[in-house]
């Protein structure tokens, strides 16, 4: 059974860092193509990030782009996001979720989830 598990959330304060880690246990996550998703109070779920399995290109959403980072760690079976320079408006639990055929923002492409781990960014 696929099994993702994120950490690393807390609460930071405005322009500091924090790194999520999100953990696979079950299957080999290398052959996955991971996303990285966030969903702030009333919102809807928003894509953030994916990395490919194949040739692990990366994507990011453009409220992002320059201040989030994604990898993979084959060794230790895990995706990281690093992210840097942090908004309020960044304030969100983040998800990751893996398939085999999509590597996009798109929620509904995604087949396993974990079950999020909570961000927040303020003074």
């Known amino acids: 059974q696929l099994q993702l598990v994120e950490s690393g959330g807390g609460l930071v304060q405005p322009g500091g860092s924090l790194r999520l880690s999100c953990a696979a246990s079950g299957f080999t996550l290398h052959y996955y193509n991971i996303g990285w998703f966030r969903q702030a109070p009333g919102k809807e779920r928003e894509g953030v990030s994916c990395?490919?399995?194949?040739?692990?290109?990366?994507y990011y959403v453009d409220s992002v782009k320059g201040r989030f980072t994604i990898s993979r760690d084959n060794a230790k079976n895990t995706v990281y996001l690093q992210m840097n320079s942090l908004k309020p408006e960044d304030t969100a639990v983040y998800y990751c979720?893996?398939?085999?055929?999509?590597?996009?923002?798109?929620?509904?492409?995604?087949?396993?989830w974990g079950q999020g781990t909570q961000v927040t960014v303020s003074s």
């Open positions: 990395i490919s399995s194949s040739d692990s290109n990366t």
């Open positions: 979720a893996a398939d085999r055929n999509h590597c996009s923002l798109y929620a509904y492409d995604y087949i396993s």
